[in-house]
């Protein structure tokens, strides 16, 4: 009988499948190269994150660092925690992860289901806060006997796990006739570890590409933050070795949630973002191969923890991204009904950017850092009552770069009640971000989230590109149910 004894035996040994309709390729009597997809969600855990999680304790467990009774804490978004929760049930291991407050309901259920211990701290605090992910998993190795921190960036055994299994389980399934080995980037370890023994195996002949979300600055960006989760990491982790990259490939977010969402109708694949982020740069790899190579691609996860974001079609509209695909059929959620160009929020913010010369669309804001009088002085100069605080300066890559918000009645209220001064920084008295509206909803979208707010944050393909109130939103619709001939509109007050 083949019956596994334990869970963890079951981690690796994932399959490669062939990728046919989503890159236009896979048909070798056509020209194109073979690409193959090493779809990691057969894992138990359902993600790549359980080799690491397994070599990492593992370690631990030899070197003594992790003995009976002791305690797993880690800073996590969900998949990494998931393997390690895995483990530490078998292993009799108690596991506390700290997330942070951008991980989806469905992914924190997942976190407990498992039996992990949760805490949940703030996204959009610098990672010295004492509240920040990091702040606190090191506050809670301190406190806790026996606590253990796997440190999944900088742990030698992340690399060394797929160094060990994923390269070689590649090398064999393919005969060793692999030419092309593609790997989103996020602690680095799969990209260094995998594609280290790949060139290794072959004498540096397999060419390895990672991939990342347009913005960290190794792969030309700006450090700005993106949507796709799990890879995209500014800063360079120590798992992660540059030199065993030939390429690093930018993708947009847009163009990942693209293939994604292309992964599941075309070749059966529900992934996540982080592999529809990998497939685009497998297809460009593909565009410039010839027909006897061999691509893989890994796919890290599965797409079940994503269900109400990248395959929500309200979520995707809310985000400025197109529900369905160019030349997709169908879509993932209800069809929506057609809404006509001069209805959408995109053209009421360009007649705001048309009536002021492109002055009063643009995103007026303040900085965390900046004072309140700062932020008094930028709504005079602008006429507007209310700001965004940024954590970034504008092109922004994503809505995260948009900490919080300010009004002109809220630093009223704080000055009059001599809770702020001119001189006090404004991260200390700002509210939440305003509610976000795609460029593409229909106006009526805008006009329920204004009811309630003073103004909304407009995006466009994930990016925010500007804000709109209830006055805009009335002046475009009156222009738009009324027009009227030029020499009928009323004469602009004298000055």
């Not at 993600?47 to 305690?71: F, H, P, Q, T, Y």
């Not at 742990?155 to 060990?164: G, R």
């Not at 030029?486 to 004298?494: K, L, N, V």
């Amino acid at each position: 009988m083949h019956v596994s004894d334990s869970l963890i035996g079951l981690v690796g040994g994932t399959p490669l499948l062939r990728l046919r309709g989503v890159l236009g390729g896979g048909h070798r009597d056509g020209g194109a190269p073979l690409v193959a997809a090493k779809v990691e969600y057969f894992n138990p855990g359902g993600s790549v994150k359980d080799r690491i999680a397994v070599r990492m304790v593992e370690a631990a467990e030899r070197a003594g660092d992790l003995r009976e009774g002791g305690a797993i804490v880690e800073a996590t978004t969900g998949n990494t925690g998931i393997g390690l929760a895995i483990v530490a049930r078998e292993r009799g291991y108690r596991c506390l992860l700290v997330c942070p407050d951008t991980i989806s309901a469905d992914g924190l259920g997942t976190l407990r289901a498992y039996g992990a211990e949760v805490v949940v701290c703030p996204a959009a605090v610098p990672p010295g806060d004492p509240a920040s992910c990091r702040s606190v998993s090191d506050r809670l190795v301190r406190q806790t006997s026996g606590a253990w921190r796997p440190d999944q960036y900088s742990n030698p055994h992340n690399p060394l796990s797929h160094y060990e299994t994923t390269g070689p389980e590649i090398w064999a399934q393919t005969d060793g006739r692999v030419t092309h080995f593609v790997a989103g980037i996020g602690t680095g370890g799969t990209v260094t570890g995998a594609g280290g023994f790949l060139k290794e195996v072959s004498g540096g002949c397999v060419r390895v590409i990672g991939a990342e979300p347009r913005g960290p600055a190794r792969s030309g960006g700006t450090g700005r933050s993106c949507l796709v989760e799990g890879v995209g990491e500014d800063a360079r982790p120590a798992a992660f070795d540059p030199g065993v990259c030939d390429e690093v490939i930018a993708v947009g977010d847009g163009d990942a949630f693209a293939a994604t969402r292309r992964l599941a109708r075309e070749e059966g694949l529900l992934v996540g973002g982080s592999g529809g982020l990998a497939v685009v740069a497998a297809r460009a790899v593909a565009a410039g191969a010839g027909p006897e190579d061999v691509i893989v691609v890994l796919l890290p996860d599965g797409g079940r923890g994503y269900l109400s974001t990248i395959f929500d079609d309200a979520w995707m509209a809310a985000y400025g991204f197109p529900a369905t695909p160019p030349g997709s059929a169908g879509s993932a959620g209800s069809p929506a009904s057609p809404v006509p160009e001069e209805a959408r929020v995109g053209r009421v913010l360009a007649r705001k950017a048309a009536l002021g010369c492109g002055t009063r669309a643009a995103l007026v804001h303040v900085r965390p850092r900046q004072t309140v009088g700062t932020a008094v002085s930028i709504m005079r100069e602008h006429d507007v009552s209310q700001l965004p605080v940024l954590r970034a300066e504008p092109p922004l890559a994503a809505a995260a770069d948009v900490v919080g918000s300010v009004t002109e009645r809220g630093l009223l209220d704080a000055l009059v009640r001599g809770e702020a001064g001119p001189g006090s920084p404004v991260e200390d008295h700002m509210a939440s971000p305003f509610p976000i509206v795609g460029s593409g909803e229909p106006a009526g979208k805008a006009a329920v989230l204004l009811e309630r707010h003073g103004a909304a944050l407009v995006l466009d393909d994930g990016r925010p590109v500007g804000l709109i109130t209830a006055q805009d939103l009335l002046a475009h619709l009156a222009d738009a149910d009324e027009p009227r001939a030029a020499d009928d509109r009323p004469e602009p007050p004298p000055g």
